[in-house]
């Protein structure tokens, strides 16, 4: 049965206070003082309370979800459903005011992925169709690959591709300089019949060519997919000596990548506390989806139960806030950010103006993980510049949070890969923590972390074997710290969001 969404939109306009004139109203820094006391006795409590080893219950519900319906919770699956009622019905449980939101989005589901080497000796390479990839017919495409010269933008501008270079023939691209999608059009336009790209850094590649919104449909561009650097640069030296032995030396190789898409409605959760100040919102997020080719108990089940943990928590305090607290499990994250774009497209400009701060909790338990926390200040300047005002206290209050337990951890970009993206854009104040995916990890972070140098944060990523096993605990109850941390300060006292370098306010 389709429900109706509830609207969480209340009225921006408190009810005054009622004060016996003869105590007159408290003075500002009386209310300051308080809110703070609040905050750090709230905050305690639910770190105290909220564990990793509580919410993976959590993760074994997500997995046996995911056993049940055919192996993943893809946003428009059985499984996604499943998910999204059972955290809708443990809110409705605890008290909470919980709705779904529903949208409509454009369904993708894999049906093949091959890359075969025919000549000069036959062998398979493992590849994965880009997201919103055109398909190619049922067996593949066969033909010869062309190697695009690599440099700081390799396949970016019509320049790359000399005449005739690419015509007919599989591109073969470098990783780097722009996007998947312009990378596909450009060789596209220079008459390649397909195109493969190589990732830039050690591990799997897996991308998309756009969103929903604005990918091509299925009769334009041409059939894309990604592979290794290792496998990408073989390819590309083999290329390189059979040119040099003459046409008759060409490599080919049969591509095949395949997908469905058809229009779909799938759903968002959306819960918040009755109580607290809704033109003071504090609001706090996980996507709730997986891919198509595994359970995603990392990604994002480990978000997804996390903030469930907590939000029980809350809950269970039985706590008043001063200000409005609300959760959200976003759908179709996995295919461009979809759920929270519609969640935030569809807010009038009061309503986003009621939104004091969002934090974003995506992979936080990866196996080989590193402890990233968004870089609201740019102070990595790495990548996108600072988040919006407020996003910098963000951060320093999620640092000084976990230097006062001796936890290390070092800045991430807001590279726009998780739902932090449409509220940054928006201008809310926003951030979040992360524990890696496919990046390999370094010498300097194993160093830093613990953990194997020279393999991926999560080798898993996007793959069937991001199950129960692939959660390292420890970082599980770290994060899970974090938000329990920031959801008890938060409800109450949002002045950490203005406080300046000098006067950064000290954690519980």
Request: net charge negative; glycine share 12%.
């Amino acid at each position: 049965m389709n429900l109706v969404p509830r609207s969480l939109v209340a009225t921006l306009a408190a009810t005054a206070l009622t004060v016996p004139l003869l105590l007159g109203a408290a003075p500002a820094h009386d209310q300051a003082r308080d809110a703070a006391r609040d905050a750090a006795r709230l905050s305690r409590e639910l770190v105290r309370d909220a564990s990793a080893e509580s919410a993976y219950r959590h993760l074994e519900r997500f997995q046996a979800v995911a056993d049940a319906s055919g192996g993943n919770r893809a946003a428009g699956s059985a499984g996604h459903e499943a998910s999204a009622r059972y955290v809708h019905d443990q809110l409705e449980e605890a008290g909470y005011d919980v709705a779904y939101e529903p949208f409509d989005f454009t369904y993708v589901e894999t049906l093949a992925e091959k890359l075969t080497v025919r000549a000069p000796e036959r062998r398979e390479i493992a590849i994965t169709a880009m997201t919103y990839t055109k398909s190619t017919p049922e067996g593949g495409i066969t033909a010869a690959v062309a190697a695009v010269p690599v440099d700081a933008t390799t396949g970016c501008e019509p320049a790359d591709y000399a005449s005739g270079s690419v015509t007919g023939k599989i591109a073969l691209i470098e990783r780097g300089g722009c996007d998947f999608a312009v990378k596909q059009r450009s060789a596209a336009a220079a008459g390649a019949v397909g195109a493969v790209i190589y990732n830039n850094a050690d591990g799997a590649l897996s991308g998309s060519l756009g969103s929903a919104k604005d990918a091509p449909a299925p009769t334009a561009g041409i059939p894309t997919g990604g592979i290794t650097r290792k496998d990408g640069t073989a390819l590309a030296a083999a290329v390189k000596k059979a040119e040099a032995g003459g046409a008759a030396e060409a490599v080919r190789v049969t591509m095949d990548v395949r997908q469905l898409r058809e229009q779909r409605t799938t759903r968002n959760v959306i819960a918040e506390t009755r109580g607290g100040d809704p033109a003071r919102t504090v609001m706090l997020g996980a996507h709730l989806d997986s891919v198509g080719k595994g359970p995603g108990i990392n990604d994002n089940g480990s978000g997804s139960a996390g903030l469930l943990e907590v939000a029980l928590r809350l809950a269970a305090t039985h706590e008043r806030p001063d200000n409005k607290v609300r959760f959200a499990w976003w759908s179709a994250e996995e295919l461009g950010l979809l759920g929270s774009e519609a969640y935030v497209k569809a807010r009038t400009p009061a309503e986003r103006s009621a939104v004091a701060l969002y934090l974003n909790f995506d992979m936080i338990a990866s196996p080989n993980f590193a402890q990233l926390v968004y870089d609201g200040d740019d102070s990595d300047r790495e990548g996108a510049g600072p988040g919006p005002a407020g996003s910098a206290q963000l951060e320093r209050g999620i640092n000084d949070f976990l230097d006062s337990h001796g936890i290390a951890h070092k800045g991430a970009d807001f590279d726009g890969r998780s739902d932090y993206g449409p509220f940054v854009a928006a201008g809310i104040p926003s951030g979040g923590t992360f524990t890696g995916a496919e990046v390999v990890k370094t010498r300097g972070d194993a160093e830093r972390f613990g953990g194997e140098a020279g393999v991926a944060y999560d080798a898993c990523y996007h793959l069937a074997c991001d199950d129960l096993s692939n959660i390292n605990m420890t970082a599980f109850d770290n994060n899970i710290d974090v938000i329990a941390d920031a959801v008890g300060t938060y409800a109450h006292d949002l002045g950490p969001l203005t406080a300046g370098p000098s006067s950064a306010p000290q954690r519980p």
